[in-house]
């Protein structure tokens, strides 16, 4: 399933905050996916 063309979105929600390390690494794969996502616009 494509889920950025059908638009789905599907969130987590935490009732606690995990560790720094885990955050970080959410934050460091998010930018990623956003920057590969512009680059992959622009080509078009």
Do not use: G, H
């Not at 959410?26 to 078009?44: G, M, N, P, V």
């Amino acid at each position: 399933m494509e889920l950025d063309k059908s638009n789905i979105r599907v969130a987590d929600y935490l009732t606690s905050l995990p560790p720094k390390e885990v955050l970080e690494a959410k934050l460091r794969q998010s930018i990623e996916s956003a920057r590969q996502q512009l680059e992959f616009r622009e080509e078009e």
